[in-house]
């Protein structure tokens, strides 16, 4: 019983669930029902209009709001076959809310393919995709805020595909499957607000350090990594990852110390300093909004890191991006990190 209850809660916080309720209650309104019941109770015939006007208008609300609306664009493209579980979750999530569903799927694009990170040709034919079926939709009297893109891709494929939607990715949204609940919900909208300026960290992510920025000792003008700064993001509550991305950050090395690998595929000098932002030991909240505020904030320290480094060094700086954190995040960064982009350092999930 309680968990019946627990259902019918969850599927009325739904629009389609609230335009269910709103279609049951108005039709018998309009249907004569509760005409009847209050022709018994009055003569005024002018009540009966407003009673027949009021439920029709509700009909019509409901219908709206149990349509099925935009385009659901499903991307089955991780470099592992993903769950059944979560491709279905993507797929069904799709399928009930829009009137078109595309799904792409790395196996029937690039079939037998198992590289770790798609190529620079794929990225890039798979941004072309997309901005073509957009297109068409906007065309056919869409909008880019009717569409949504259910990804199930791996971080840093996910992070260089929001670097290719730059500029037809206006509007978007991102789905996200909750960890917690295995919800499908928009987790972030690509749009300008991303790139405001944040004046504070959100409550959920640790203070800024003070400085900002720590520099290597190991690593001083005149070396070749110098002028590289490698930005380090903890969304999660995997505490160490931290310290491993600025170890290899600091050395260079892809290994640990006692030669193990640590998953980072890192093939650049040792970085001349490093930035880390970490969430608190649960991670980021799952909702759009908390998305949102993380990517405003993680985009204006590394506009501030990037120009102090700049500065310091007196050359241009290169980036590196060590990333552990919601795929949403991921891409939206890729789409926001308009200027002086750090490129994602590739790791292996299945590496600790």
Not at 207 to 220: E, F, I, Q, S, Y
Not at 268 to 275: E, I, Q, R, Y
Request: aromatic letters at 6%.
């Amino acid at each position: 019983m309680n968990d019946a209850l627990r259902e019918l809660r969850v599927l009325l916080a739904t629009r389609q669930g609230l335009g269910t309720l709103v279609v049951a209650v108005s039709a018998p309104v309009a249907l004569g029902v509760v005409p009847n019941i209050l022709q018994s109770w009055t003569s005024q015939v002018w009540l009966l209009y407003v009673a027949f006007t009021v439920a029709v208008a509700g009909v019509l609300v409901g219908w709206a709001l149990t349509r099925n609306r935009g385009l659901g664009i499903v991307l089955t493209l991780y470099h592992t076959a993903p769950s059944d579980t979560r491709a279905r979750a993507m797929l069904t999530a799709a399928r009930s809310r829009h009137s078109t569903t595309l799904r792409l799927d790395r196996d029937e694009l690039w079939p037998k393919d198992a590289a770790l990170t798609m190529t620079n040709d794929q990225i890039h034919l798979l941004g072309r995709l997309l901005d073509a079926r957009c297109a068409e939709h906007v065309d056919s009297g869409g909008s880019l805020t009717d569409i949504v893109l259910y990804p199930l891709i791996s971080l840093q494929d996910g992070y260089r595909l929001g670097q290719t939607l730059r500029s037809p990715g206006s509007g978007l949204t991102i789905a996200h499957r909750s960890v917690a609940t295995g919800e499908v919900f928009p987790g972030i909208r690509l749009d300008g607000a991303l790139r405001n300026h944040a004046a504070a960290a959100p409550a959920f992510l640790q203070p800024p350090a003070d400085p900002l920025l720590t520099a290597n000792p190991a690593v001083g003008p005149g070396d070749p990594g110098y002028g590289h700064l490698a930005l380090i993001i903890r969304l999660t509550g995997r505490s160490s990852m931290v310290d491993i991305a600025r170890r290899v950050a600091e050395t260079g090395s892809p290994d640990h110390p006692d030669g193990r690998p640590t998953g980072y595929h890192y093939a650049s000098p040792a970085c001349g300093a490093t930035l880390a932002i970490e969430a608190a030991v649960t991670g980021v909240p799952e909702d759009s909004n908390s998305f949102a505020t993380t990517v405003t904030y993680l985009r204006t320290q590394w506009q501030t890191a990037h120009t102090a480094w700049s500065t310091q060094t007196g050359s241009p700086t290169t980036g590196h991006l060590f990333f552990n954190g919601p795929l949403p995040i991921a891409i939206a960064l890729g789409w926001a990190l308009d200027d002086n982009t750090p490129a994602l350092v590739p790791h292996d999930p299945s590496t600790r």
